[in-house]
């Protein structure tokens, strides 16, 4: 019997957290503010001042088109297939823990220069790229070698003056260890639950409106 290419699992929260970019993207396209000063990532507005929210909202912010496009583009293809094979409660625990992994070495690298800030869902984006390489390893037993030539090549591909690789980095390496550790039991016929699903997109939603409300409430 043939099995299908995909897991069984729909990637709802892929789209919730696709959708909620774009949202918060058009938001400051129609009523402009300076989300570096708002919400980027920067040393002293998160350690002096103590400013944590700036670990979630940098996730949201973005600089232009072209910004934004490449991180969906690999959100939505990256995030879609880890989201159907480990469904979607873990998927949005990959994407938040990579993110979190990008701004934290951001924070470390730049810590000596307080004039840095760093937006942008690229850390979330290369840890599900990841993501997906460790899920087609363990499903179709291609090398990681390739998978890992290829985020090399996209980070290569989408680099430009300002962008911040360190981010890159620690959303790769965070996004790596959260997915070894949550597909370890991984089986390409599981269905996640009803229930874990509900959590997930529940999860998605809330953290991404405490972002709107952190950037445009505050």
Known sequence: METS????????????ICIFNLL???????????????GGMNYEKVVVQGEYSRFLTCMYLHGDVAHIGMNLIAIAAAGSLVESYLGSLKMIVIYLLSGLGG?????????????????????????????????????????????????????????SEGIDLTGHIGGAVLGAVATLILSRNFREDDLES?????????????VSLAAVWCIYGG
Request: a positive charge.
């Open 103 to 159: 701004s934290i070495l951001s924070l470390v690298v730049h810590s000596g220069d307080h004039q840095v800030y760093s937006i942008g869902a690229s850390g979330a984006a290369f840890g599900l790229l990841v993501a997906s390489a460790i899920i087609q390893n363990k499903k179709q037993g291609r090398s990681m070698v390739q998978a890992i030539l290829f985020v090399c090549f996209y980070a290569v591909a989408t680099w």
């Open 24 to 38: 918060i993207f058009g938001l400051n396209y129609f009523f402009p503010k300076d989300y570096y000063l708002l």
């Open 5 to 16: 290419d995909r897991g069984k699992n729909f990637f709802i929260v892929t789209i919730i």
């Open 194 to 206: 009803l229930s874990k699903k509900i959590v997930g997109c529940i999860v998605g939603i809330l």
